[in-house]
């Protein structure tokens, strides 16, 4: 059994930071592309960062300078650092991986249970 936990969220002026982390843990064989979707209210889940499990970002445009995504393989951990947040920033934030579990299994999606980041004007 394979479970991503994320923490991190909270209530932050507009122009404030907070950092996301997300770590998996349970049966785990190796982690592939580990990454963050949020979904605002009302609003269908989107991408926000990615990363891959050499290291290689990539970053929705409405993020791109004020996001950074980088991730902790020896702890199964990816982070998400947001910086000059604005109030259109406000969504549940949630982790996603790509995880096999077992050596003859295959790879499978993983979902953490959401973090909520509000931003206030």
């Known amino acids: 059994q394979v479970q991503l936990v994320e923490s991190g969220g909270d209530l932050v002026q507009a122009g404030g930071s907070l950092r996301l982390s997300c770590a998996a843990s349970?049966?785990?064989?190796?982690?592939?592309?580990m990454g963050w979707y949020r979904q605002p209210p009302g609003k269908q889940r989107e991408l926000v960062a990615q990363?891959?499990?050499?290291?290689?970002?990539n970053y929705a445009d409405s993020v791109k300078g004020r996001f950074t995504i980088s991730r902790d393989n020896a702890k199964n951990t990816v982070y998400l650092q947001m910086n000059s947040l604005k109030p259109e920033d406000t969504a549940v934030y949630y982790c996603?991986?790509?995880?096999?579990?077992?050596?003859?299994?295959?790879?499978?999606?993983?979902w953490g249970q959401g973090t909520q980041v509000t931003v206030s004007s």
């Open positions: 996603n991986s790509i995880i096999k579990s077992t050596a003859w299994g295959p790879r499978m999606n993983y």
């Open positions: 349970g049966s785990i064989v190796s982690i592939g592309n």
């Open positions: 990363i891959s499990s050499g290291g290689s970002p």
